[in-house]
């Protein structure tokens, strides 16, 4: 039985362990300045087409996210987000921990309603009354692709970047699953638009292809002695090689993206096969994650052939389920998964 | 050039590359509940002779470090170490960054003086003036071996641990490079015995032939909630199945304590070979650290010959020198530095 | 012109700056281990009906909040709190900033739906899935009366207990207009059957005829060095002994409750006049706040006659604002207003 | 029998109550908005000779340091301190709670060695190799006067200065008993010339004739939003006027630092008193603080005559202890207590 609960229950992608391997008993120096973090750094910025940005890479997502928060964020300062933004859910109160405050806004289909978002900072920041009273939204934290799956448009990361800009917040984007949302046919923002866009992102390895690790991509002067509180986060790993490798190779002739769109293409088969068997989907996305809403009958035959995520329940009493592909799905499970529902 | 300057230059030890390789395909949950890493622990708590402890894995030792004293402490507590320790000169300020004073007494040779402990402790319990103005010391931490190589005897432990129990803290050892003291020859405190004695400990993998991860050890009922804590701290790795395959490698036939052995070994025909050169070696350390006092003729030696560990001053303005073998020192490569010298 | 912005704008009873004028000059112990201190102490619990709680006095609202729930909450715990809550909404993320996440439910007129609390509470009890990659909900935090003026009555206090025993939470009340429900007749919740039914709650001074001043009142057990927690957070004052008079005088022949329900009675007035005029009144709030809904020449009206607080918009454009009437207002005031409504 | 072991044994200043109870029934706004408030602060500015700095008002000193402090540091940012500095050894871990570490220098009469603390930073500066392993020194913490109520002079005030703008950290000075400062004809360090040499300082007022309340004068632009991290920490007071009556009492007709004069006189007169009877002081110290070196007979006569602070042993065994005089205090009973002593 071929597994769909998320998207990182394999190993990596065979050429990173093979590099592993051959550069395995090369000493280097550890903290991320051995030459394979530089390089990597390098290919990083390359294909961000952006090369003053400063990179640095972290183990895992919610450790970069609350990284990132915490070094860009004062005291008084918050960050908003959509209710279903991962920060805000499934993170363990990480960014609370570190002292600061998430504001949310509905989420539509995983994504902010673009004049929603305006709205309310326009009135936040008018709201001179309860001034010192409330904390002060200084970030907005997105994901491409969200949580749902869904996937922001180059007009809607231009509007972000504008209304980010009107009222001095920074933008940041949490790439854990990045790469499935650059393969994805209905993506038209690229990597360097949004290296542009952004103040700060990362690029998900976990999800897309590593063993582990994040590429963290920042606005050069955004974060003052950032590798200090990486450390202070335990975040920075002591043979920082590892994570120089894992992302040379990744980035090295567009293998990042290559085998992202492997997962695209067995979501979208996943999705047909689903659809032609009468099955209802969830949320128009585009990327590797196939939300389904199913009735008792269905979630029991589901249970039957696959393991996936329970993602809750609709009004009507039916169940949402989420199915995942990744970079490592054959696309023979999905012929597999869909004769076996019968 | 043979580097010298820490325990983490190379990558793991082969069999671990191997495994990796040989499990990366197969499908596992994520987050430390997958086969390897159940393995992993019940192999881990066989070694400690304590089926009972809690086992769970992070990825780093400051991590380890400061999700563990987080975990423990309430708000109003401190913990207590040496001035040399870890957590005090390494970490950023992790410790502090979760709230937490640390209070410091003097290093002897890395060590407390149980003393001058079991007396810090005794008047600070007995000083109820202060009662409030002042966090309560709540956890003991040290490390074995400590950052100057020594090690605590087993009679010292003991009396740690009657420390902690007459005054109701918790002992907390840091074992980033417990495989070197269990390798050494000078060491009488078993892996057993120090889980029998102290509170919560790690066993280090990241300078033991790992290429990455600690084993927690905590008594269980210490911490409620710890994944929790771990997911908050960002320290709950993805796909926890590495350092599932990992430990549970390192956990078989003793190859933990094996290639520890070889660090010794090395570290041991090095300081003979300085020795025999008329070097002098300080804090009398028998595990894989060596520390060298040189003037300035043998510090532009060194630095010709070798890299190393700058550690500081002497008062007669000579340099301190720190070396480490590791489990994957060639002896050759000691050979070869003592003939370098000259 | 009488301003009914808060329950803030005057100073204090003059009974208590009397009395702080006849003790000035004599010498007492600091931090609140002094005779008027205790002997406060003594009568918050008698009133109380409960002997065997902790009190300590604290000097404002969102201090007492955060200082109490940093002190019981671990750092894997939230918080669970109505989208209205002060602690979410006015205390300028101060519980955040202790590191603690707050969990939130729809306002129901400022208070709890009991039914979705405790729907909430339970799926999140049984949600194991997701166990270490959310928070711990252990505290419900309720205001009596809530920001809206409402009442919680005895049979949902009951029920809110309930909840809590059930889930293994603690209950906490903040009572920063505390005497305002207890002055309310339709109020059925006695402060000793509060005391009863909370694990933690405190009597609000600031706005019921101190200068300053909150009385948390603590179930024994519950927060161990509480006094050390009060003081890291800059809580502890220095000459506890102003909070021990304030208090000391309030808590003598009922004073706390009598001096509330002028405030009462003036809110009652206040309501019977403006509906008289065919104001539209909200959210049936028994209390010392008025809640006044109007459309712009309404508005402008009240601008021109006296000061309030705008509380936002209504869908249908129209403006809310708030009254408040205190321990200090002059009934003669309240004529004064409604006849300068024309 | 009159008692010495603090300045905050009475209440406040006659002139203080009188002006409480003369407006007491007047309205105000909250928050430090008010008319007192204002008028307290143009006062505060005008005796600072720096109309351009930012002055806010708090209730107590460890609030005031913790506040400040958390404001001005970065996550990676550490302050430094003298060991015997109050916020190091008196504040129940208050800034370590807000995140940050203290490094720790020798306390040379409770101030720093100026050649110390110059090495030091510049060590730290240059240390590279450690970057990212430790915290950025960001903050020199000093007090005027010290906690063993020694000064600083102007000299060693520029010396500050210089060392900081050097090396880029800001300088705070808590001034919890600056009038003592200010009143002592050993000092030579006025207050517009403290105000021009520190970044951020706090006027003491718990200390000096006040009930409560700390003025902190803080350079323009060096904290943005200060006022919602204050309101964050809870620090921000309901009902400011009574901080704004407060410190307008005390900064007309230079009243604070009048009132401080008497506690120097009697001070002084104590010393010589105690100087006549053969008694050893400690410290040097000349400000309202004064430290005698006691054997057990003396230590058993003075505890039978009036009340002190134990300060501590000394290497031979005897006892310190510190008798502290304020502006309340009588000069008869400094009389009658030297008379006591026999």
Known sequence: MTHFDSDYLEGCH?????????????????????EFSEEARAKVLAACGNPDAEVEFMVGGTQTNATILKAILRPYESVVS???????????GAVEGTGHKILTLPSHNGKFDLDELET??????????DYEHVTWPAVVYISQPTELGTL???????RLRKICDDHQLSLFADGARLGYALASPANDVSLPELAKLCDAFYIGGTKVGALFGEAAVVRRGLIPHFRTVIKQDGALLAKGRLLGVQFSVLFTDNLYQRIAENAIACAEKMRKG???????????????????????????????????????HLANGRRVIRLTTSWATAPEAIDTLIADLG
């Open 274 to 312: 689903l659809t032609a068997k009468g099955y209802e989907l969830l949320y128009d996305a585009p990327t590797n994650q196939v939300f389904v809403a199913l009735d008792a009958k269905g979630y029991d035959l589901f249970s039957r052939v696959t393991t996936f995520t329970d993602w809750g």
């Open 14 to 34: 065979a050429k990173i362990l093979e590099t592993l391997t051959s550069t395995n008993m090369r000493q280097t120096v550890g903290y991320g300045r051995d």
């Open 82 to 92: 959509v209710e279903s933004g991962h920060i805000n859910g499934h993170e363990a």
């Open 120 to 129: 309310f900072i326009s009135e936040w920041r008018a709201n001179t009354n």
């Open 152 to 158: 922001y448009s180059l007009d809607e990361f231009r």
